[in-house]
């Protein structure tokens, strides 16, 4: 178990005891743990404590693991201030990383008023993670921060060489290049959070605010490819794949939030809109790499790669 004296003297807390393990992290990699905090700036924090197996073996998902969560210890010295209540995320209260181990101690959102989890949003707290994503990718439009990945998303193709291998489908294997380079190609680039799931957004109970965890593979990025993500799978999607109304809510979001800043919104909206379909290609090209049995019943999304193969070589 972890030495926790260190935190407590970090935070000027006169004692800090762990009161509840919340989860262990991929593939035993570390753990979730909240801890009890005696004085110091709040009652309670969230330790996330990484590190590998011993015998993990030195491959490019290690590598990749590793990167992420120097990825995440930069974006929450660096990046996190910068986020206000419209992408609400957790503060950082202390961080100690060394060879083979980070630990970062994160403000408790759930003491925050976001205590609330779901498995599918409904349709306030998609609204909620829509908005967060388009105030996100909005603050961050056309900024390069070197720390974070230049390629954000844990599916990119460059660190997921040995699923791309794993591909049964051939045109989409050989598809899988052009589609990550048309994405990089795009003209507006931003930061993505590059792992929108439901489980990484912590919701008020009404549902209409959200905070976001997990930033180990936040990076650059077309905005639509957390959209494509985050609306993947979803039980109401529609036949063809493409949400347009929520779509068109994630855009509503992100011109509101460009509202009076110079940028060119009806050529980034177009430009983001094309390339939704890719995105989504982009992420079925993991799938079918990562899990094949998995992506062989994945009637939804085998249809739409058929689908779109024209849109592949054009
Ligand atoms: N600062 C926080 N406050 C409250 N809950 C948190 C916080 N950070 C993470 N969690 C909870 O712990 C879960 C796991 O954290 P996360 O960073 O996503 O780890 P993992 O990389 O294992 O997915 C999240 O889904 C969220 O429910
Ligand atoms: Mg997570």
Not at 31 to 58: H, Q, S
Not at 216 to 235: E, M, N, W
Not at 245 to 269: I, K, N, S
Request: with cysteine; net charge neutral; glycine share 6%.
């Amino acid at each position: 178990m972890m030495e926790l004296g260190w935190i407590a003297n970090a935070l000027d807390a006169r004692s800090a005891r762990r009161v509840q393990r919340i989860q262990s992290l991929w593939s035993g990699y570390g753990e979730l743990f909240r801890i009890a905090l005696d004085g110091g700036p709040a009652r309670t924090a969230i330790v996330k404590w990484a590190r590998p197996p011993a015998d993990a073996a030195a491959d490019e998902s290690l590598a990749r693991k590793c990167r992420s969560f120097d990825v995440e210890t930069a974006f929450y010295q660096a990046v996190a201030p910068r986020c206000d209540d419209s992408c609400r995320v957790a503060k950082l209260l202390a961080a100690r990383t060394s060879a083979g181990e980070w630990i970062l101690v994160l403000e408790d959102l759930d003491a925050a008023g976001y205590a609330t989890r779901v498995d599918e949003a409904d349709d306030a707290q998609l609204d909620a993670a829509l908005a967060w994503l388009a105030s996100y990718h909005a603050r961050f439009l056309g900024e390069h921060v070197a720390a974070l990945w230049p390629v954000g998303t844990y599916w990119q193709l460059d660190t997921r060489r040995s699923e791309l291998a794993a591909i049964e489908d051939r045109a989409l294997r050989e598809a899988a290049p052009e589609l990550a380079e048309r994405l990089a190609a795009a003209r507006f680039q931003t930061i993505v959070h590059g792992d929108p799931k439901e489980a990484n957004f912590c919701f008020t109970a009404d549902g209409a605010r959200v905070a976001a965890v997990d930033f180990q593979y936040t990076g650059r990025g077309c905005g639509v490819v957390d959209v494509a993500y985050l609306l993947y799978g979803r039980s109401d999607e529609p036949r063809d794949g493409i949400d347009r109304v929520r779509l068109d809510a994630y855009f509503g979001h992100l011109r509101r939030e460009l509202a009076g800043r110079t940028v060119e919104v009806d050529a980034l909206e177009a430009e983001w809109r094309a390339l939704y379909p890719i995105a989504r290609l982009d992420f079925c090209r993991f799938l079918a790499g990562w899990r094949p049995a998995m992506w062989r019943a994945d009637t939804r999304g085998r249809r739409f790669v058929k689908c779109n193969q024209m849109l592949r070589s054009s």
